[in-house]
């Protein structure tokens, strides 16, 4: 496993639609590992292959209902992720990003989401999220089609030091 180098606006890579997974093999089994290394690095709770300059339908996403219990968090493994059904309610909140350092935005995202993608082997697998975790799912399957936060964002300012702790992906 090897930490890759995580790009930043306005790298093109960010703005282009990511294309499908078809290929499970070996370096692809390579990318999700280095991903998932890069992720627990930064820290963030999720990252984008485009973000590490792939431009792959690919995400990971590393959650934990609570912070501060000693639960362990999943680990996610999306490829060719597609929302197959959301609720009408949306939610505010805060986000940040990786690839956007020294930035934080508040962002309107679906409540609740169903999504459908394969898992690291290809298997079809679909999750159902709500709150954090369905906002997190939206922020990192909008950088597959080269949407970044702020341009979905109502309001966007400089965060003080330990502000963006609330989302970095
Ligand atoms: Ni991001």
């Not at 959650?63 to 362990?72: K, S």
């Not at 082997?121 to 369905?134: E, F, N, S, T, Y």
Request: include cysteine; charged fraction near 30%.
């Amino acid at each position: 496993m090897a930490i890759r180098k995580i790009v930043f606006v306005p790298d093109e890579v960010l703005r282009r639609k990511a294309k499908k997974v078809t290929a499970f093999d070996a370096d692809f089994q390579t990318l999700v590992d280095d991903m998932i290394e890069t992720m627990r690095d930064a820290p963030g709770v999720g990252l984008a292959a485009p973000q590490v300059g792939e431009s792959l339908r690919l995400v990971v996403v590393e959650y934990g209902e609570d912070e501060e219990d000693d639960a362990p968090k999943k680990l996610y493994v999306l490829a060719n992720p597609e929302f197959i059904q959301h609720s009408e309610e949306t939610e505010d909140g805060i986000e940040a990003c990786l690839s956007v350092p020294g930035l934080a935005g508040e962002v309107s995202r679906w409540k609740r989401v169903m999504l459908k993608a394969q898992n690291r082997r290809g298997q079809l697998v679909k999750i159902k999220a709500d709150g954090w975790l369905a906002r997190v799912f939206q922020h990192e399957i909008d950088h597959l089609d080269g949407i970044i936060f702020t341009d979905r964002a109502v309001k966007i300012w400089q965060p003080s030091p330990g502000e963006v702790d609330l989302l970095r992906d």
